[in-house]
């Protein structure tokens, strides 16, 4: 019998390989890990009501491919911005705070000492940090000195590259002159403000990124927020209106349902559908304003600028293949607050722990389970357009109260004088409603059901207080003048080019 040799000649062969295999498997590994980190991307409308598109029960508007992402994901019934107006839901977006904790009072006019200011946390901050790619396209509104020296702006809270205009696109939605790109002044732009912010983001999805990084992209609509400027494409579905506006209203919504379907579609182009999160939300309720009455809110109460659902509540959907099931609903209240602590369990980020969260990770949500929160869903906005200013919602359950000055700070940012005033207001003229049965907060329960209103005015007035006494003063400033007249949008183009 012969023996085997102890080195067989396919082995030998086979060493450097498996030598070299050795060597590259940590790497590999690494690599491997990277693919599987989910990507997230944002897409945040402006002024789009709760009840504005399809999939929320409109009949009218033609919002075709958010219908369908609504049918391919998750959509909460119960879905709230973080507040009732533009830079403060934006605020508490991106640092999962209540923004008048982080001194957004208000929307902030360009100029305004108004800001986030550097030593706040952004989502987008964590995300880079942690080794992401990151990107924003489309309204900032996060401060008022846009592009100019003294305030963060987006590549100082987290955003590798950015494309942004301050406010809204100027001096419409067609052909905009005020975005900049990562710090220089793109001038005048061909095209539409929904086009051109989607297909910024889509360019640096396939172009711009880091592609060995996972990423997070975060896309700011300005439609269908006023000016309003829509192409004949889209106005000519609603011919049947006689009103010009609310033509252009209803397209506006229809042009940027177009860009959302084409940033879904380079997703899929680029085989990234599988591992990214994507959610589609708004910052707050439909404006209906005098030029264009026609946003909705469906069964609502109230519009933009309100603590009633009108103002707050709005749509939200989230797609996230093999964690979310096609075509479901849930009615558990979520709110923008919760995106970072969200992202952050999502990504194996710590979220920061040496100040207030108020947000709330929504993953038990995808397992069927309640959100337990430690901090209640919590608005506050001295400058709310009714007499009630700050409201709370607990379960099925909501309260609101007013404040008991007459002598409210009159400006959008709170000053240290007109502080002094605010925070000798106490909380008066509560208001009580279960929403599961009263949407339209209709009927006030506060006399009926004693017991839970004692309980949940008491928190309200505990969180009230924590807010207030929170939240930074900004020194007084005044509206930019041109030639003796305040300086408003859209009559910003003084600042660039005098008028004859």
Not at 188 to 199: F, H, I, W
Not at 426 to 431: I, V, Y
Not at 484 to 491: A, L, M, N, V
Request: aromatic fraction near 10%; include cysteine.
């Amino acid at each position: 019998m012969t023996k085997n040799p102890p080195f067989s000649p396919l082995l030998v062969w086979c060493l450097p390989l498996l030598l070299l295999l050795a060597l590259l498997a940590p790497s590999l590994s690494e690599e491997a890990a990277a693919d599987e980190k989910t990507n997230f991307l944002i897409v945040l409308c402006d002024d789009l009501g709760y009840g504005d598109i399809g999939c929320y029960g409109n009949e009218i508007i033609h919002t075709p491919n958010v219908d369908a992402f609504a049918e391919e994901g998750l959509r909460f019934t119960d879905c709230y911005a973080a507040a009732a107006n533009c830079s403060p839901a934006r605020t508490g977006l991106m640092t999962g705070r209540n923004p008048w904790r982080v001194g957004i009072h208000n929307w902030i006019p360009f100029m305004s000492p108004m800001h986030v200011r550097a030593e706040e946390i952004t989502v987008a901050t964590l995300l880079r940090d942690a080794g992401y790619s990151t990107c924003h396209s489309g309204k900032w509104h996060l401060n008022g000195m846009f592009n100019l020296p003294g305030q963060p702006q987006p590549g100082d809270h987290g955003f590798d590259h950015w494309f942004s205009a301050q406010n809204n696109a100027l001096p419409n939605h067609h052909n905009p002159y005020n975005f900049v790109r990562d710090g220089i002044p793109v001038g005048p732009l061909e095209g539409y403000s929904a086009d051109l912010v989607g297909g910024e983001a889509m360019e640096w999805l396939e172009n711009g990124r880091d592609q060995e990084k996972p990423f997070f992209l975060f896309v700011c609509f300005q439609e269908p927020h006023e000016p309003i400027a829509t192409a004949e494409k889209y106005t000519k579905l609603y011919s049947e209106f006689q009103d010009p506006s609310q033509r252009a209203h209803h397209g506006n919504i229809t042009q940027m349902d177009a860009a959302f379907g084409e940033l879904m579609k380079k997703l899929d182009d680029l085989g990234l559908r599988e591992n990214t999160l994507v959610f589609f939300t708004s910052d707050n309720g439909p404006a209906i304003t005098g030029k264009h009455p026609y946003g909705q809110t469906g069964p609502l109460r109230a519009k933009k600028g309100e603590m009633y659902e009108g103002g707050i509540r709005v749509p939200g959907i989230l797609r996230w293949p093999g964690h979310t099931e096609p075509g479901t609903v849930s009615g558990e209240p979520i709110c923008g607050v919760d995106i970072l602590p969200t992202f952050c369990e999502i990504a194996g980020v710590q979220a920061p722990q040496d100040r207030k969260i108020d947000g709330t990770s929504l993953l038990p949500v995808l397992e069927g389970k309640h959100i337990e929160r430690k901090t209640p869903l919590y608005w506050h906005f001295l400058r709310a357009r009714s007499e009630v200013k700050v409201c709370l919602r607990e379960g099925d359950w909501k309260i609101l109260a007013r404040i008991d000055r007459e002598d409210l700070p009159p400006s959008g940012n709170i000053t240290a004088e007109e502080s002094r005033i605010y925070k000798t207001a106490e909380l008066t003229g509560f208001e009580l409603y279960n929403l599961k049965e009263d949407i339209g907060e209709e009927k006030d329960l506060k006399d009926e059901e004693t017991a839970r209103f004692e309980g949940m005015k008491e928190e309200l007035v505990r969180m009230y207080h924590e807010v207030r006494e929170e939240s930074p003063t900004w020194p007084e400033w005044e509206w930019l003048r041109y030639e003796g007249k305040r300086i408003e949008w859209p009559d910003y183009k003084p600042l660039i080019k005098p008028p004859k």
